[in-house]
Antibody
Framework: QVQLQQSGAELVKPGTSVKLSCKASGYTFTSNHMNWIKQTTGQGLEWIGIINPGSGGTSYNVKFKGKATLTVDKSSSTAFMQLSSLTPEDSAVYYC????????WGQGVMVTVSS | DIQMTQSPSVLSASVGDRVTLNCKASQNINKYLNWYQQKLGEAPKLLIYNTNNLQTGIPSRFSGSGSGTDYTLTISSLQPEDVATYFCFQHNSWPHTFGAGTKLELK
């Protein structure tokens, strides 16, 4: 069965970066795009960007350009999202989700940005 | 960006009730509308894709309808385990966008 397993919660300091992971199993990793989504109480669910694991091609929501960088490691069927220059406004739960229609989601990872 | 507006924001209903949740897009989304259920502390789960297609494993009491800009999720007979927040989501055009959610509570 399709599973997306995300890395654990992060507590990070302002101005630093964090790299989140999403390990896929139960399907052909390179045949399905992977998305990243941010969820906060205030802004709700926001699409961050998408990556084609086969080609490495990416597309970003303009709001997150320069903030998020998406990559993959095909050998381990893992997608990554690096968030840079972190501020308290980046504190959120981040999800990975498969395909253009977001059919399967990871369990989410809470990122807390605090000094 | 396409704005998705859900109503009501909170809905209280009794077990066995027929419940209807609404979602309105700011422009035509050509039935590329999904519904997700999110329980407290969990990831969203896909219920309905492309307006009216039931995802595998989802109970048949859930159904979806709509076209153009207006869409509906119906629960034919509310069960206690349906308490959750429900989000609509358009994947007709980028950036894909979500509604703010309807929180479904038991009366």
């Amino acid at each position: 069965q399709v599973q997306l397993q995300q890395s654990g919660a992060e507590l990070v300091k302002p101005g630093t970066s964090v790299k989140l992971s999403c390990k896929a199993s139960g399907y052909t990793f390179t045949s399905n795009h992977m998305n990243w989504i941010k969820q906060t109480t205030g802004q709700g669910l926001e699409w961050i960007g998408i990556i084609n694991p086969g080609s490495g091609g990416t597309s970003y929501n303009v709001k997150f350009k320069g903030k998020a960088t998406l990559t993959v490691d095909k050998s381990s069927s893992t997608a990554f999202m690096q968030l840079s220059s972190l501020t308290p406004e980046d504190s959120a739960v981040y999800y990975c989700a498969r395909r253009n229609d977001f059919d399967y989601w990871g369990q989410g990872v809470m990122v807390t940005v605090s000094s | 960006d396409i704005q998705m507006t859900q109503s009501p924001s909170v809905l209280s209903a009794s077990v066995g009730d027929r419940v209807t949740l609404n979602c309105k897009a700011s422009q035509n989304i050509n039935k590329y509308l999904n519904w997700y259920q999110q329980k407290l502390g969990e990831a969203p789960k896909l219920l309905i894709y492309n307006t009216n297609n039931l995802q595998t494993g989802i109970p048949s009491r859930f159904s979806g309808s709509g076209s153009g800009t207006d869409y509906t999720l119906t629960i034919s007979s509310l069960q206690p385990e349906d308490v959750a927040t429900y989000f609509c989501f358009q994947h007709n055009s980028w950036p894909h966008t979500f509604g703010a959610g309807t929180k479904l509570e038991l009366k």
